[in-house]
Every structure is written in structure tokens, then in C-alpha cells.
């Protein structure tokens, strides 16, 4: 199955400044990336997603790389703001025809300093 | 902004007894999917559902565990006879495709006693 992981547990970014979360996949089959915050007390909301025939999507302050040769994708955040305080997550499908069954990463905790 | 719903928001309930926790997925989508989270750990797949029938489950849907779209807006969770490790956040999410993002409700607080 699908393995999905983070590199830190925790980042701790000055406001204003740029935010990098990575996340480090073990599947070469896996087609399809998402990444997802999550508040305290809330569900996992969606950010911004990506596949796999393209190297970079970017969204409103949000950037997805993926890098299909060393199986690893980042989320950019620019101009950290406290509201990105958060836990952030990628996801995968699980890999298998039709499976559309996510699997998360542990997540990385995000915490802006004003 | 569509959302999916959850109730109750939390839900404490003895061992033993039967728990239904509720959804309303997002009303255009066509799949729908109930995850956990047991506190500090990651989020994980339960079922799927898809054309009224399970489509995927995990190990963890056991016996215990039922899905049900009685109507045509909610989607259930049952478990049948709650254990103490049952005790957890449990999400439903949707999504328009199955290989489409899927949106979170905000989860049901389980605690078992």
C-alpha cells in the first residue's frame, strides 16, 4: 500500500516569511497528491492537489511540487500568515484500480510567530 | 461554500452499546467515505461507499462497523457494539469522483466509557 510520510513534525516560521512542508511518498504508482490542513478541533480541509503529469501547481499562496524521481512532493506557503497555523497533511490514494482510499502522513504542525 | 455535516459533534456512549454517526455529504457528489483519527495519530481509511454499495474497506471495518444511506442526503456510520478502543474523531468526507478531492465534515468526537 501506500506509505506517506513527513519530514519534521513540527516548523515554526516567522509571519511574513515563507513556509516549506515536505512529504516523502513510497509508491512510483501513485497518480495523484493532496494536501490538506487541518485546525485543532476541525476536519482536514483541502488545500491544493496535484498529479502526477505535472512537476508544479500553484494556488492562492500555495505552491505543490513534486518530484516523481526521488518520490517527493513540498507545499509552499508564501507570506505565512497566523491563520496558517496549523497541522498539515499530504495524501495519497491508495494504489490499485479504483481504490480511491486515502492514506495520510502523520502531519506536520505549522505554527506562525507574530 | 458546500460542506459536509456531521452530527452529533460529540457523542459519548457506554461500551457495549450502538453508535450511528450521522453525515450529509456535499449534495452534488457521488462517492462518500468515513475515516478515523484516535488522538496523536494519523488519519485512517474506513469505507467507502459508492452506488448505494461498499466499494473498499479497511481491516479496521470489521463486523462491528455498518454503512447506510437511508435517503437521498445522509450517510451513516453504525457500530454495533463500541469498544473502548473505538474511542476517536471520526470524519466523513465526499467527493464529486473518486478520483477527485475529497472534502472533510468537521468529525464526531467518539468517546467511549
Known amino acids: 500500500g501506500e506509505s506517506v510520510g513527513l519530514h519534521l513534525p513540527t516548523l515554526s516560521v516567522q509571519e511574513g516569511d515563507n513556509s516549506i512542508i515536505n512529504c516523502a511518498y513510497s509508491?512510483?504508482?501513485?497518480?495523484?497528491f493532496i494536501w490538506y490542513k487541518q485546525e485543532s478541533g476541525k476536519g482536514p480541509q483541502f488545500i491544493i492537489d496535484i498529479r502526477s503529469n505535472m512537476d508544479k501547481r500553484q494556488g492562492q499562496r500555495v505552491t505543490v511540487l513534486l518530484n516523481k524521481t526521488v518520490k517527493h512532493l513540498s507545499l509552499q506557503i508564501a507570506a505565512t500568515q497566523p491563520g496558517d497555523s496549523a497541522v498539515y497533511f499530504c495524501a495519497a490514494p491508495y494504489s490499485g484500480a479504483g481504490s480511491y482510499q486515502l492514506t495520510f502522513g502523520k502531519g506536520t504542525k505549522l505554527s506562525v510567530i507574530p | 461554500e458546500p460542506e459536509v455535516t456531521q452530527t452529533p459533534s460529540h457523542q459519548v456512549t457506554q461500551m457495549g452499546q450502538e453508535v450511528i454517526l450521522r453525515c450529509v455529504p456535499i449534495s452534488n457528489h457521488l462517492y462518500f467515505y468515513w475515516y478515523r483519527q484516535i488522538l496523536g495519530q494519523k488519519v485512517e481509511f474506513l469505507v467507502s461507499f459508492y452506488n448505494n454499495e461498499i466499494s473498499e474497506k479497511s481491516e479496521i471495518f470489521d463486523d462491528q462497523f455498518s454503512v447506510e444511506r437511508p435517503d437521498g442526503s445522509n450517510f451513516t456510520l453504525k457500530i454495533r457494539s463500541t469498544k473502548l478502543e473505538d474511542s476517536a474523531m471520526y470524519f466523513c468526507?465526499?467527493?464529486?469522483?473518486?478520483?477527485?478531492?475529497?472534502?472533510f465534515g468537521d468529525g464526531t468526537r467518539l468517546s467511549i466509557l
Open positions: 509508491n512510483s504508482a501513485s497518480d495523484y
Open positions: 468526507a465526499s467527493s464529486v469522483a473518486g478520483d477527485q478531492p475529497q472534502h
